[in-house]
T-cell receptor
């Protein structure tokens, strides 16, 4: 398996623009997680899905952030409008099932820069 | 979530054993201890998980005393490629992993 795939790897955008980050989890994994990592706040869980259904979005910073998972092999994290403070590395991760959800497989991340 | 405390950084040399101790004084009965590793510019990678006593795999060993208020990750004979941030996490099965600041391990030649 190719592992968790994220695109783009780097994104530079101007404040106010819409940003869409994409993730393809490992095939057969039931759980998908979106994280954000910054120097100041470390690695934060934003939202996670189970079988394509959002379970907990309490980590989503504000209404500008939204996430969807239309099918088992694709998820998006959208920021609209983007702000400079959204600059971070965004990771997508997946895990197989509830028995091993602690073993999450992370993608390479998307480095977002908002100017 | 149980709070964890681990050293900010540790230095070592190639071939040495590195032991990172994590404190989790308020760990609950149903909590498990998990360690992740993160290399620069990469996502975290699961290393090992345990509940009590000792767990060993091809990468590391995890030692957990009877009171479970701490745990020690042991990396045998480290190499330069083991330079990374190591995170100690305690979770309760609520599907959330809470990453702290981690321990930056630097291995020198």
């Amino acid at each position: 398996d190719a592992g968790v795939i994220q695109s783009p790897r780097h994104e530079v955008t101007e404040m106010g623009q819409e940003v869409t980050l994409r993730c393809k989890p490992i095939s057969g994994h039931d759980y998908l997680f979106w994280y954000r990592q910054t120097m100041m706040r470390g690695l934060e869980l934003l939202i996670y899905f189970n079988n394509n259904v959002p379970i907990d979005d309490s980590g989503m910073p504000e209404d500008r952030f939204s996430a969807k998972m239309p099918n088992a092999s694709f998820s998006t994290l959208k920021i609209q409008p983007s702000e400079p403070r959204d600059s971070a590395v965004y990771f997508c991760a997946s895990s197989q099932d509830y028995l091993v959800f602690y073993e999450q497989y992370f993608g390479p991340g998307t480095r977002l820069t908002v100017t | 979530l149980a709070k964890t405390t681990q050293p900010i950084s540790m230095d070592s040399y190639e071939g040495q054993e590195v032991n990172i101790t994590c404190s989790h004084n308020n760990i609950a009965t149903n909590d498990y201890i998990t360690w992740y590793q993160q290399f620069p510019s990469q996502g975290p990678r699961f290393i090992i998980q345990g509940y009590k006593t000792k767990v060993t795999n091809e990468v590391a060993s995890l030692f957990i005393p009877a009171d479970r208020k701490s745990s020690t990750l042991s990396l045998p004979r480290v190499s330069l490629s083991d330079t990374a941030v190591y995170y100690c996490l305690v979770f309760r099965g609520d599907y959330k992993l809470s990453f702290g600041a981690g321990t930056t391990v630097t291995v020198r030649a």
